[in-house]
């Protein structure tokens, strides 16, 4: 995190330079302001508790992934069984049914492909597009995607699905990717964060320099809405990573299923009577569908967190 | 172009630079504003309007299709399943909202006062559950949630107690507003974080000057500071309260007789419309439910930015 540390430190300069507080000021300051605070232990102990909440949940997970069924239902929950059981867990997740955990996986890897990638090009073009030119109905636009973001996703999947089906779309990829490219909330950050990061002045020197207004966009624009883009990317792709009841009303066939349907209908099939129970396998899969989307959010935390301050600013 | 940006600035352009200026700005900011209104048009536009148009009609047996006007919301609005979805929904955003965004709202100014020891640690923490599909937190929580074999039958094993079912239908309710808090609190304790993040920090100091201590700069300073952030998240914590779906839905398989097909709104929905095959009706349900959560999301945001002025 020397990214947050520098602005922090910056930040804690500016104000506490000469400029803005008077000098003999500083020196008679209280031991802890929101200028100049002091870790606290018992605030510290506090916010712990909410961070054991958290965590816990996701520890047993980490934990009941090694056990193997018999371990699962005799040992205690927090803690390991007899035998560690880990890989083979995983192998036999990737196996079960012909391993066809690997082909959700593939599917779902597709949906994010195509459908965050897609609602992540539409919301930055849109989003530039709404902050940087003014175009008749631009406010329209802003008015009714905004509003369109209060209606409840089932008043939409009637019909949605009704109308996929008259155009031959329900039970195929398509269903699910295509209601997936629309992010309200990408276009709104990206548009409030493209008011801040492209300054008018850059465009209009371009312009000036004689370059195409597409041009323009791929070579100054760009580069200078990244951080807004990664975090419109990430948070589409778990949109789409941990979407579950757009494919639930429009996918029937198994082989087109998401992780998550398919985790599901492994719960499902312990349910019924004369079902195999796979609760080790439902247990290894949740483990397997959440560990990506939890490496990259680590990984790439540094940009989307500054995108979503940035787009915080207007608010 | 020999253009100084100079003089560009203090004369105005001529008329006719000025009208072909503004032909190419409506050109281009819809050239790159197009593809995403066509789309939108397509997956939310077309649905609510085709949504709309088969609310005013009723498949029958006999006789097929006709036009009934409005016969399916006065059916709605009397139908004793959907309001006691909704009254579910409504308790549901009565207690687990306030709790949800209390938590949030407190462990960002923690975090954001500085005082944390390892705070990039909690940031990220503490946002993880977010990450994890709605699936796999009511699957997990689930089999928490166990009596036998769960998390709940070993504390009950282990120390001699009796918990109570979580899965019991008085209990439900809670133990979902448990899963969607568990789920969210990091998330919008990321949304309240990033808006503190860039209140000026002069602001504080000249607080501090005028005498306020760490509390009253939080009220007077920082919670009015961030208000827009407050409101945003309030509406879509409602919006998502009205929604619910997935966690119950999951839950069903393992507590079939504390949430019934019309636990939720939602829920009645779609067994209306993919169980029983009534998608006028099922139709009609969710425009009432979409009219009453607009309502309420906007009523809040008049609120929420009537106080500011």
Request: charged share 15%; aromatic share 10%.
């Given at each position: 995190m020397t990214a947050t540390a520098t602005t922090d430190h910056v930040r804690r300069a500016a104000a506490t330079s000469p400029a803005a507080a008077p000098p003999q000021r500083?020196?008679?300051?209280?031991?802890?302001?929101?200028?100049?605070?002091?870790?606290?232990?018992?605030?510290?102990?506090?916010?712990?508790?909410?961070?054991?909440?958290?965590?816990?949940?996701?520890?047993?997970?980490?934990?009941?992934?090694?056990?193997?069924?018999?371990?699962?239902?005799?040992?205690?929950?927090?803690?390991?069984?007899?035998?560690?059981?880990?890989?083979?867990?995983?192998?036999?997740?990737l196996t079960y049914d012909d391993g066809v955990f690997v082909r959700w996986l593939l599917n779902t890897l597709f949906y994010v492909l195509a459908g965050a990638g897609g609602a992540t090009v539409l919301a930055v073009l849109g989003g530039y597009a709404l902050a940087k030119y003014d175009f008749p109905g631009?406010?329209?636009?802003?008015?009714?995607?905004?509003?369109?973001?209060?209606?409840?996703?089932?008043a939409l999947a009637v019909p949605t699905f009704l109308m996929f089906s008259g155009m031959g779309l329900t039970n195929t990829p398509w269903a699910v990717i295509i209601p997936s490219l629309i992010s309200p909330f990408g276009l709104y950050l990206m548009w409030v964060f493209a008011s801040e990061a492209v300054p008018d002045?850059?465009?209009?020197?371009?312009?000036?320099?004689?370059?195409g207004e597409l041009r323009t966009f791929f070579r100054i624009a760009l580069p200078l809405l990244m951080p807004g883009t990664i975090t419109v990317l990430l948070f589409s792709m778990v949109a789409t990573w941990n979407n579950y009841f757009l494919p639930l009303i429009m996918i029937k066939d198994p082989d087109w299923y998401p992780l998550t349907l398919g985790l599901n209908a492994w719960n499902a099939q312990a349910q019924t009577a004369g079902g195999e129970a796979v609760f080790d396998l439902i247990i290894t899969g949740s483990l397997l569908t959440i560990a990506p989307i939890v490496v990259i959010f680590l990984l790439l935390q540094r940009y989307w967190q500054s995108g979503l301050s940035a787009g915080s600013v207007k608010e | 172009m020999t253009l100084l940006p100079t003089a560009?600035?203090?004369?105005?352009?001529?008329?006719?630079?000025?009208?072909?200026?503004?032909?190419?700005?409506?050109?281009?900011?819809?050239?790159?504003?197009?593809?995403?209104?066509?789309?939108?048009?397509?997956?939310?536009?077309?649905?609510?309007?085709?949504?709309?148009?088969?609310?005013?009609?009723?498949?029958?047996?006999?006789?097929?299709?006709s036009f009934v006007g409005l016969d399916n919301y006065v059916q709605a609005l009397t139908d004793p399943r959907f309001w006691d979805g909704f009254s579910n929904v409504a308790l549901f955003l009565a207690v687990q909202v306030p709790i949800m965004l209390g938590i949030s709202l407190l462990v960002a100014l923690a975090i954001d006062s500085g005082r944390l020891y390892g705070t990039s640690f909690f940031r990220i923490a503490i946002f993880l559950p977010y990450a994890v599909p709605a699936v796999v937190a009511s699957l997990l929580w689930g089999f928490m949630y166990g009596t036998r074999f769960g998390l709940v039958?070993?504390?009950?094993?282990?120390?001699?107690?009796?918990?109570?079912?979580?899965?019991?239908?008085?209990?439900?309710?809670?133990?979902?507003g448990n899963i969607v808090t568990w789920e969210f609190v990091g998330y919008n304790m990321l949304i309240f974080y990033a808006a503190l993040r860039v209140v000026p920090r002069s602001l504080y100091e000249a607080a501090a000057i005028d005498g306020a201590g760490e509390w009253r700069i939080v009220l007077s300073v920082k919670l009015p500071a961030i208000r827009g952030a407050l409101v945003i998240a309030t509406i879509f914590s409602i919006i998502g309260s009205f929604q619910l779906f997935n966690e119950p839905s999951i839950l069903q398989k393992l507590a079939p007789n504390a949430i019934t097909n019309d636990f939720t709104p939602n829920l009645y929905t779609y067994s209306l419309s993919f169980a029983g095959q009534q998608h006028n009706y099922a139709a009609t349900v969710a425009i009432v439910m979409g009219v009453i959560t607009a309502i309420i999301a906007y009523a809040v945001q008049l609120r929420g930015m009537r106080k500011k002025g």
């Open positions: 500083t020196s008679r300051r209280r031991p802890s302001t929101p200028l100049n605070p002091r870790r606290s232990v018992p605030l510290t102990l506090v916010t712990g508790l909410v961070l054991v909440y958290t965590l816990l949940p996701l520890g047993w997970l980490v934990i009941n992934s090694t056990k193997n069924q018999r371990d699962l239902v005799t040992s205690f929950g927090l803690w390991f069984g007899e035998d560690v059981n880990f890989w083979d867990n995983v192998s036999r997740t631009r406010k329209a636009v802003f008015a009714v995607v905004i509003g369109a973001v209060a209606i409840p996703g089932t002045e850059l465009l209009e020197a371009a312009r000036i320099d004689g370059s | 560009a600035k203090t004369a105005p352009p001529p008329r006719p630079r000025a009208n072909a200026r503004s032909r190419m700005n409506t050109l281009v900011g819809w050239g790159f504003a197009g593809p995403f209104v066509a789309v939108f048009a397509l997956v939310f536009l077309a649905p609510i309007g085709y949504s709309v148009y088969l609310t005013l009609f009723r498949d029958r047996l006999v006789g097929g299709r039958g070993n504390i009950n094993d282990a120390f001699g107690v009796s918990l109570p079912n979580p899965l019991s239908p008085s209990l439900v309710l809670a133990s979902i």
